[in-house]
């Protein structure tokens, strides 16, 4: 039980940290293109800046410069300690907790912002990519007048916490949150079973073409 336990809490200790980025670019065309980055135990969905504030305009005045943006989501307390504890790890897997988001921004080029670690570009037809933007928005919690709930300061210099929709389980990971965020962009992926990051990063791998496109289709109503 107390490797099991030891376990669980190292998934949830990925879903809460990764290591500052140094640099992204969006590549036009008929596909909109998005980026997941492994970080080992955690992975994060690396967004076009312009387009996250198109349905996300209260992270304007947080973020009002970079190329990229790169999200997490996690349990609250647990993302947020500056030394989580095991208690803490325990509590955020066997009971529901608050979540929160982790937006951090990101200057240059993907491949080398996170050179060394792996990266895959993910195509999607436009209105998957809507979808998926749609989906980020919504998890951002808000006050009753509507505006984004601020938690402070994130990780690094150029982060920030909010405080997220959803509740935090080992049946729902940070890597479940972004396999469910792909998935609902039309990229095949089986969101409910990808709770670690290598599963999300192989499911990915399988679903694209050289390393480059995700072979997403529209979701028929």
């Avoid at 305009?57 to 947080?62: I, M, N, S, W």
């Avoid at 491949?111 to 749609?134: C, K, M, N, S, T």
């Avoid at 982060?159 to 972004?178: D, K, P, Q």
């Amino acid at each position: 039980m107390r490797i099991a336990l030891l376990l669980l809490s190292l998934v949830l200790f990925g879903c809460a940290s990764a290591p500052a980025p140094s640099a992204l670019q969006h590549t036009g065309g008929e596909w909109r293109t998005l980026y997941v980055v492994n970080h080992g135990l955690h992975t994060g969905l690396v967004i076009d800046r312009a387009d996250l504030l198109e349905v996300l305009p209260g992270l304007a005045e947080a973020f009002g410069g970079g190329d990229f943006i790169e999200l997490g989501w996690g349990d609250e307390d647990y993302y947020r300690a500056a030394q989580p504890t095991f208690g803490m790890a325990v509590q955020a897997l066997f009971w529901p907790t608050a979540s929160a988001l982790h937006v951090l921004r990101i200057d240059g080029d993907p491949r080398q912002v996170f050179a060394g670690r792996e990266l895959i570009g993910i195509r999607v037809a436009e209105d998957g990519y809507r979808r998926l933007l749609g989906f980020v928005a919504a998890r951002f919690a808000r006050s009753s007048a509507g505006a984004l709930s601020e938690l402070g300061p994130g990780q690094f210099d150029d982060s920030r916490f909010y405080r997220a929709e959803g509740r935090y389980s080992m049946l729902y990971t940070c890597n479940t949150w972004v396999a469910e965020a792909l998935a609902i962009s039309g990229c095949p992926l089986a969101f409910a079973s990808a709770a670690t990051a290598g599963q999300v990063m192989s499911r990915l791998r399988q679903a694209t073409t050289a390393g480059a496109a995700c072979l997403a289709r529209p979701l028929r109503s």
